[in-house]
């Protein structure tokens, strides 16, 4: 049991599954009680039957001690005495109610004409996503490539770009709105700003980790400064840039929700803020449940393609089983995989 | 004359075929000529002067070790033939022509594994002829005549990850002599070994010199390193980093490990001591005897 608590060192591979799966179970766990255990919280009383009161009707929360004060006022009264049963607000469905609304919110149709069915709205979200963070990578890798290798390109851009990093993206909403109208651009472009300029640092950062003993040892091979950029640093950097890639996409999905609801709201955030008007809280609970498996599904998928695409960071062969296994134990193996020690001399 | 008898052997007395050798070895043409190299460091409030003055010539296919106390520059003299670093005075001729920069004429091992870890061990290798401008297959077929040089055939298609410190070693050996240069520069490249691995590493070097068409200039601070491998030993003065003699070694070739215990590797073991560390004897005894008290008759 000590060597549950030793301090970096790794847990034997069972503990290693058991963690994560109480990891998510201990938190259904407490869900659950809150839900199920009327003694724990449910400071509410859903009507059953009102009885002699005559502003309750069946299916409405009232307040416990408003409740208590009505059926003794409508007993005294000789009246019939409601019924009903403990429950929680509103805003906090119970697990079966969110896990089945998993389901209908699939099939439900769209309440308003013109509004969206759920898969419809998530491919919206999804495709700002992707395209925002398709443009940011296209300028923020070779820019921040070009910024780590050469400290021409280093002092000419980041110095700025750490000025326009601190500016947070959404401040930026009202004028994106201006220049490209309300519908998609605005929330691209927002995602694009929260995310670029991040970008150019995080991978410049990485590619200044490249061992400078693998460049000159590829110097003494005879390689031009050409030869160097694209044979070494980029090689070397790829499965660092990889791992950055995975984790600046899920800050793009923190910008999603900012950008969605900029100019004309949209996509999943439209969806979620609609059900909340109409007060079907376990929809919102369920969607934003959805974002959560996409976010973990993608990380864990990317992850495990960037042990097979980079396998001399990992040489050991990995199978379909242990990517299941994975899901559970290893977040982010690449990152913890040794790397080359350098074991230069000072000179 | 009888008083010679009893002298200790000199390192500068050699034998007729050693004699001869040495006599071939300078008759060579000059591959690296090394003229009058300084460097010098700005420091904080001043500047430190890492080498001064140093000078030498490297024949053909000469095998010469340098060697020197820690701090004497020696790092620093490689790291300017390799063209890594600028001289501040000085310059450094390859066949004639001067040093500016690195060049694929001079291969380099350094003591640090820098294999590139993206790339099998036969990519390694290929990776300096495909500089050169040669094509994929003609490439290959060179790495693998290198990799069998080295014995590492085998292994062509493993990750450097996967291979021992010795093994990398000898895969960095093959890559810096695929690009077939005049002069293979080496940075104590066994300094990171295991004894046991070290000493088969030399005996690999030596075979490997024999049956290829290099000049090594080898930096350690191995004595024995030195003795066993080195036709000549070039020992630099510390502080600052200077020329202090270059020795002819005595031994015979070709190097056996039982000629460590033998009369000439003797003699130079102990000139080499009495140039590199001096004092050491005499610092032993002024070591102060604190803990005497505690240790007891236990130990002698």
Avoid at chain 1, 92 to 107: E, G, H, N, Q
Avoid at chain 2, 58 to 87: N, Q
Avoid at chain 2, 123 to 143: H, I, W
Wanted: aromatic share 10%; hydrophobic share 45%; with cysteine.
């Amino acid at each position: 049991m000590r060597d549950l608590f030793a301090i970096r060192k790794e847990l034997p591979p069972a503990w290693n599954r058991i963690l994560g799966v109480a990891a998510f179970a201990l938190p259904l766990l407490a869900w659950c009680v809150v839900s199920y255990v009327p003694a724990v919280w449910h400071p509410l009383v859903k009507i059953d039957k009102p009885g002699g009161v005559s502003w309750f009707s069946p299916g409405l929360l009232v307040d416990k001690p408003v409740f208590r004060e009505e059926s003794a006022r409508a007993v005294a009264a000789g009246r019939a005495r409601p019924t009903g049963e403990p429950a929680n607000p509103i805003f906090l469905p119970a697990p079966d109610k969110v896990a089945r609304a998993l389901y209908t919110a699939f099939t439900t149709p769209p309440r308003l004409q013109g509004e969206q069915w759920l898969y419809q709205s998530l491919w919206e979200s999804i495709k700002t996503i992707i395209y925002g963070f398709a443009i940011s990578s296209a300028i923020g890798v070779p820019l921040g490539v070009l910024c780590g290798s050469y400290a021409f390109w280093s002092r000419l851009t980041e110095p700025f770009v750490d000025f326009v990093r601190y500016m947070p993206a959404p401040a930026f909403g009202a004028l994106s709105v201006a220049v490209l109208g309300i519908y998609d651009a605005p929330k691209v472009a927002i995602i694009v700003i929260g995310t670029l300029f991040q970008q150019i640092l995080v991978v410049s950062n990485t590619v200044r980790k490249v061992d400078p003993a693998l460049l000159e040892a590829a110097q003494t091979l005879g390689a031009s400064r050409r030869s160097l950029l694209l044979h070494v640093i980029v090689p070397w950097s790829l499965p660092d840039l990889y791992n950055d890639m995975r984790i600046l996409l899920g800050w793009a999905w923190t910008y999603l929700i900012v950008a969605e609801v900029i100019g004309v709201s949209s996509g999943i955030t439209f969806f979620i803020n609609q059900q909340a008007k109409y007060r079907m809280f376990e929809n919102v609970y369920a969607a934003i449940l959805i974002i959560g498996f996409i976010g973990l599904g993608t990380d864990q998928v990317l992850g495990f393609l960037g042990r097979r695409i980079f396998p001399w960071k990992n040489p050991r062969p990995s199978r379909f089983r242990r990517f299941m296994l994975e899901l559970f134990t290893t977040a982010r193996t690449i990152d913890a995989s040794p790397s080359e020690p350098s074991e230069r001399s000072a000179a | 004359m009888d008083t010679t008898f009893f002298m200790p052997p000199s390192y500068l007395d050699q034998s007729e075929a050693v004699a001869e050798r040495f006599r071939r070895l300078r008759a060579r043409p000059v591959v690296m000529d090394v003229r009058s190299l300084g460097k010098v460091f700005p420091t904080t409030g001043g500047q430190t002067v890492a080498l001064h003055d140093v000078s030498f010539q490297v024949h053909r296919r000469e095998f010469m070790c340098v060697i020197g106390a820690s701090g004497c520059g020696k790092s620093t003299l490689v790291r300017i033939l390799a063209g890594l670093e600028v001289p501040t005075s000085g310059s450094v001729l390859v066949d004639g022509a001067e040093v500016r920069g690195p060049g694929a004429d001079r291969g380099m091992v350094f003591q640090g594994y820098t294999l590139f870890p993206w790339l099998t061990v036969k990519k390694n290798v290929m990776f300096g002829p495909m500089q050169r401008g040669l094509s994929e297959s003609a490439a290959d077929v060179e790495a693998r005549q290198w990799l069998a040089l080295v014995g590492l055939e085998a292994f062509a298609d493993h990750f450097p990850v996967q291979l021992s410190g010795g093994m990398k070693q000898r895969v960095a050996i093959a890559r810096a002599l695929a690009n077939n240069p005049r002069i293979l520069l080496m940075d104590e490249p066994f300094g990171a070994l295991d004894a046991q691995t070290r000493a088969q590493m030399q005996h690999y070097l030596l075979q490997i010199w024999k049956n290829v068409d290099v000049t090594i200039v080898f930096i350690t601070h191995d004595l024995d390193e030195a003795i066993y491998l080195a036709d000549r030993i070039l020992v630099l003065k510390a502080h600052p980093g200077e020329v202090r003699e270059m020795i002819e070694v005595p031994v015979p070739r070709p190097r056996l490990p039982s000629q460590f215990g033998g009369t000439e590797f003797g003699a130079v073991r102990s000139r080499l001591e009495e140039l590199i560390h001096p004092k050491s004897e005499a610092m032993l005894d002024e070591l102060p005897m604190i803990r005497l008290a505690q240790a007891g008759d236990d130990v002698e």
